[in-house]
């Protein structure tokens, strides 16, 4: 009661079509009813079509199995008649001899069997396939005949059967037999029998309509036509556009029905036919290969569910109708009680999108926002800036039109391969823009409406050109380094190569030369002789030391050199090393000293002919520097904690009073050929490679090699090794 007082004060109000929702509601109200009442009616319809699409798919379903078990039992029957006809042992002559007038013995027995069988021909097959004789004559003589069924019974050499399209446009059950001459194959008999003949049968127990149609892809026009006239039926080629009819149960069926043929399969195929609604239903035909050739036409009678469809439409409408008239009349007042809130809503949208646009075109950046396909919803100022276009012609584009087309498709993927829980996708491409092809970075997000549906994306884009410019400039300048790198590299080997190459050939004629000087010095010489010869010695050693440090550090950098690890004595080591270098040192008026901490072992297992190397180095070049005072050996044994005393690290130490070294050349003192300067080398002569040599020496025993100085006061080079104890087990000794 409430309901209709309050409805009517609503419609007696002067300003209800001042209202702007009602007044875009009201028409779609008015025209709710129609549609509602249309919509029902389009329910029942849809409802009748699902139940009479079900009564008929299982009416369909129903004859096809019935046909699937005819066909079985036609073809048991076939291959009967086959292995009977196949025993017959002048078979097996005529198709080894093949000549016409034996098929021509053939002729009443195959009639007959045509007439009391109901077989549609019969042919006579070579060993290889080719045709012989065929009753009724349609195949050539010598024709290759390669169908599935043929095909299967030449790969099992047994009868084989199937449903296989003839040449002459029939769908016919074959079966096929080989024929044996003892063990030898002597040819193949083949029986068809047209599925037209099933379907007649079906046809009367059914009481739908039927027809065959066959692919024109499959045919050959005039064989076909031939062979349709052959059987008193119409050869009409053009009637189909893709397919030829060639049976129908009925030779009466009206030109509607061929049109309904032309049509897709998916609508209503349906038609008048004596006055009676007739529905088609199809199902494909496949040959033996599995290959769809056509397809079954079977038309149902569908008038009593069309009669019964009318009534309940008829009773459905009327309380539909009423039902319609309540429903619009509520749906009016609640709109009317609701009206200022959604005017007041609107408002507030309005204002929200006017503060989102204003914010939007004030930004430097591009901002757009699009659909699936990326037709643009949304542009801000500097989008239409940068394309030179309004924003109402650019809403009638799609943003893909500005990528380069080579790229359309990995920016499509690039905004598509979202997801939920990294939304944000950044696309990084080239833009057609109006001052040409420029690189942009875009960050995609995909908008979501209330139901968490898919509805669009927004992107925000800045111009990384310049950007882009720099990381290709970086790009091209790296693999310029890398190549220089390399070629340095391979320079670098290659010198290496050749320096131990040469060092070897030059070692060998200056070992002769020591050789004989020797022996020389073992004769009877002059004063002045022997001076010259002393000289002579001299400077071969003094090349063959400068040779053996070649060869050394052209080791080194190639990676040629080992280790070689043995137990030795460090006493004997030193004694034996100092030895020598102490009769130089004397005659410079230099004390050399060694020694040796309580705590270091004796017996120690490492390299020891690579640690007297770096020793010598180290302890010739304090002597060769040190005019006058002291040069001090001092080896100790370093404290830590993860050797254990198993692994002692032992420091050695080659401390003297010297020339010492400036601050600004120590940076390059162990790189090779670096002396302090260019008077150091005429004065102390040398390569500059000793200390080159014992720090990667040391590198490689895992050691580490370091030097104080001052110019003037003396220098001190230490270097420490991790060294083992010797694995027999012997005790290791001290000695002072």
């Given at each position: 009661?409430?309901?209709?007082?309050?409805?009517?004060?609503?419609?007696?109000?002067?300003?209800?079509?001042?209202?702007?929702?009602?007044?875009?509601?009201?028409?779609?109200?008015?025209?709710?009813?129609?549609?509602?009442?249309?919509?029902?009616?389009?329910?029942?319809?849809?409802?009748?079509?699902?139940?009479?699409?079900?009564?008929?798919?299982?009416l369909q379903s129903s004859l096809m199995e019935e046909l699937q078990v005819d066909l079985e039992n036609q073809a048991f029957g076939l291959k009967l008649a086959l292995l009977v006809f196949a025993e017959d042992p002048r078979l097996a002559r005529t198709l080894e001899e093949a000549s016409p007038e034996r098929f021509a013995e053939w002729i009443p027995l195959v009639e007959e069997i045509r007439k009391n069988y109901g077989i549609g021909h019969l042919l006579f097959l070579g060993p290889r396939g080719t045709s012989l004789f065929r009753a009724p004559g349609?195949?050539?003589?010598?024709?290759?005949?390669?169908?599935?069924?043929?095909?299967?019974?030449?790969?099992?050499?047994?009868?084989?059967?199937?449903?296989?399209?003839?040449?002459?446009?029939?769908?016919?059950?074959?079966?096929?037999?080989?024929?044996?001459?003892?063990?030898?194959?002597?040819?193949?008999?083949?029986?068809?029998?047209?599925?037209?003949?099933?379907?007649?049968?079906?046809?009367?127990?059914?009481?739908?309509?039927?027809?065959?149609?066959?692919?024109?892809?499959?045919?050959?026009?005039?064989?076909?036509?031939?062979?349709?006239?052959?059987?008193?039926?119409?050869?009409?080629?053009?009637?189909?556009?893709?397919?030829?009819?060639?049976?129908?149960?009925?030779?009466?069926?009206?030109?509607?029905?061929?049109?309904?043929?032309?049509?897709?399969?998916?609508?209503?195929?349906?038609?008048?036919?004596?006055?009676?609604?007739?529905?088609?239903?199809?199902?494909?035909?496949?040959?033996?290969?599995?290959?769809?050739?056509?397809?079954?036409?079977?038309?149902?009678?569908?008038?009593?569910?069309?009669?019964?469809?009318?009534?309940?439409?008829?009773?459905?409408?009327?309380?539909?109708?009423?039902?319609?008239?309540?429903?619009?009349?509520?749906?009016?007042?609640?709109?009317?009680?609701?009206?200022?809130?959604?005017?007041?809503?609107?408002?507030?949208?309005?204002?929200?999108?006017?503060?989102?646009?204003?914010?939007?075109?004030?930004?430097?950046?591009?901002?757009?926002?699009?659909?699936?396909?990326?037709?643009?919803?949304?542009?801000?100022?500097?989008?239409?800036?940068?394309?030179?276009?309004?924003?109402?012609?650019?809403?009638?584009?799609?943003?893909?039109?500005?990528?380069?087309?080579?790229?359309?498709?990995?920016?499509?993927?690039?905004?598509?391969?979202?997801?939920?829980?990294?939304?944000?996708?950044?696309?990084?491409?080239?833009?057609?823009?109006?001052?040409?092809?420029?690189?942009?970075?875009?960050?995609?997000?995909?908008?979501?409406?209330?139901?968490?549906?898919?509805?669009?994306?927004?992107?925000?884009?800045?111009?990384?050109?310049?950007?882009?410019?720099?990381?290709?400039?970086?790009?091209?300048?790296?693999?310029?380094?890398?190549?220089?790198?390399?070629?340095?590299?391979?320079?670098?080997?290659?010198?290496?190569?050749?320096?131990?190459?040469?060092?070897?050939?030059?070692?060998?004629?200056?070992?002769?030369?020591?050789?004989?000087?020797?022996?020389?010095?073992?004769?009877?010489?002059?004063?002045?002789?022997?001076?010259?010869?002393?000289?002579?010695?001299?400077?071969?050693?003094?090349?063959?030391?400068?040779?053996?440090?070649?060869?050394?550090?052209?080791?080194?950098?190639?990676?040629?050199?080992?280790?070689?690890?043995?137990?030795?004595?460090?006493?004997?080591?030193?004694?034996?090393?100092?030895?020598?270098?102490?009769?130089?040192?004397?005659?410079?008026?230099?004390?050399?000293?060694?020694?040796?901490?309580?705590?270091?072992?004796?017996?120690?297992?490492?390299?020891?002919?690579?640690?007297?190397?770096?020793?010598?180095?180290?302890?010739?070049?304090?002597?060769?520097?040190?005019?006058?005072?002291?040069?001090?050996?001092?080896?100790?044994?370093?404290?830590?904690?993860?050797?254990?005393?198993?692994?002692?690290?032992?420091?050695?130490?080659?401390?003297?009073?010297?020339?010492?070294?400036?601050?600004?050349?120590?940076?390059?003192?162990?790189?090779?050929?670096?002396?302090?300067?260019?008077?150091?080398?005429?004065?102390?002569?040398?390569?500059?490679?000793?200390?080159?040599?014992?720090?990667?020496?040391?590198?490689?025993?895992?050691?580490?090699?370091?030097?104080?100085?001052?110019?003037?006061?003396?220098?001190?080079?230490?270097?420490?090794?991790?060294?083992?104890?010797?694995?027999?087990?012997?005790?290791?000794?001290?000695?002072?």
């Open positions: 009661m409430f309901f209709f007082r309050d409805f009517f004060q609503i419609e007696r109000k002067r300003d209800l079509f001042l209202r702007p929702v009602m007044r875009q509601l009201f028409l779609p109200l008015a025209l709710m009813s129609v549609f509602l009442f249309a919509l029902v009616s389009l329910l029942f319809w849809q409802q009748y079509r699902n139940h009479l699409n079900q009564r008929l798919w299982g349609s195949v050539r003589w010598g024709d290759q005949v390669r169908h599935p069924v043929m095909l299967e019974a030449e790969r099992s050499r047994q009868t084989a059967w199937g449903m296989d399209l003839t040449p002459g446009g029939v769908f016919a059950l074959l079966a096929v037999q080989p024929v044996f001459s003892g063990d030898h194959l002597v040819g193949y008999v083949e029986m068809g029998k047209p599925m037209e003949d099933i379907l007649e049968k079906r046809h009367e127990q059914r009481g739908g309509l039927m027809a065959v149609t066959i692919e024109k892809r499959h045919l050959f026009r005039s064989l076909w036509e031939n062979v349709m006239r052959s059987l008193d039926r119409e050869a009409r080629w053009n009637r189909l556009s893709q397919s030829v009819v060639t049976y129908t149960s009925r030779k009466d069926l009206p030109d509607s029905f061929f049109a309904l043929l032309n049509t897709p399969k998916e609508k209503d195929q349906g038609f008048f036919f004596r006055e009676k609604p007739w529905r088609l239903m199809t199902s494909p035909l496949k040959g033996a290969s599995g290959e769809e050739v056509g397809s079954l036409v079977v038309l149902w009678d569908i008038s009593r569910e069309r009669e019964g469809f009318l009534k309940n439409l008829l009773l459905g409408g009327v309380a539909g109708g009423i039902l319609l008239l309540l429903i619009m009349g509520g749906i009016i007042f609640f709109l009317g009680r609701t009206d200022a809130k959604i005017l007041s809503q609107q408002k507030a949208l309005e204002e929200s999108e006017e503060r989102f646009r204003l914010l939007a075109d004030d930004l430097p950046a591009l901002v757009c926002e699009f659909a699936h396909d990326s037709r643009l919803l949304f542009v801000n100022k500097a989008y239409g800036e940068c394309f030179d276009m309004t924003s109402e012609e650019l809403l009638e584009r799609h943003f893909l039109d500005f990528v380069p087309p080579e790229e359309r498709a990995a920016v499509e993927r690039g905004y598509r391969s979202f997801t939920r829980k990294e939304p944000l996708v950044i696309n990084v491409h080239r833009v057609m823009s109006k001052n040409g092809i420029r690189w942009q970075e875009w960050r995609d997000r995909p908008l979501f409406n209330e139901h968490g549906r898919l509805v669009g994306y927004r992107a925000i884009g800045v111009d990384i050109t310049e950007r882009k410019e720099m990381q290709e400039a970086l790009q091209k300048t790296n693999r310029s380094l890398q190549e220089a790198i390399l070629q340095a590299q391979r320079a670098n080997m290659a010198k290496s190569e050749f320096l131990a190459n040469m060092s070897h050939e030059i070692r060998t004629p200056l070992h002769a030369v020591l050789g004989m000087a020797e022996l020389l010095a073992e004769t009877e010489l002059q004063e002045e002789q022997r001076h010259y010869l002393h000289m002579l010695m001299t400077s071969s050693e003094t090349l063959l030391s400068l040779i053996e440090d070649m060869l050394d550090f052209a080791k080194i950098e190639a990676g040629k050199v080992e280790l070689r690890i043995q137990d030795f004595h460090l006493s004997e080591l030193l004694e034996a090393l100092v030895a020598p270098l102490a009769v130089q040192a004397r005659e410079k008026n230099v004390a050399l000293t060694c020694r040796i901490g309580e705590n270091v072992p004796t017996l120690l297992r490492g390299d020891p002919g690579r640690l007297r190397q770096i020793l010598t180095n180290l302890l010739g070049n304090a002597v060769k520097f040190t005019p006058r005072g002291e040069v001090v050996l001092q080896v100790s044994r370093e404290p830590s904690a993860n050797s254990g005393e198993s692994s002692p690290v032992i420091r050695f130490s080659v401390r003297d009073t010297g020339i010492g070294i400036p601050e600004e050349k120590m940076s390059s003192l162990f790189k090779r050929f670096s002396q302090l300067d260019s008077s150091t080398t005429r004065q102390y002569r040398g390569t500059g490679l000793g200390l080159a040599i014992s720090k990667r020496l040391v590198e490689l025993m895992q050691g580490t090699l370091g030097v104080r100085s001052r110019e003037g006061e003396g220098s001190e080079f230490w270097f420490t090794v991790p060294l083992e104890m010797p694995r027999s087990g012997v005790p290791a000794e001290t000695d002072r």
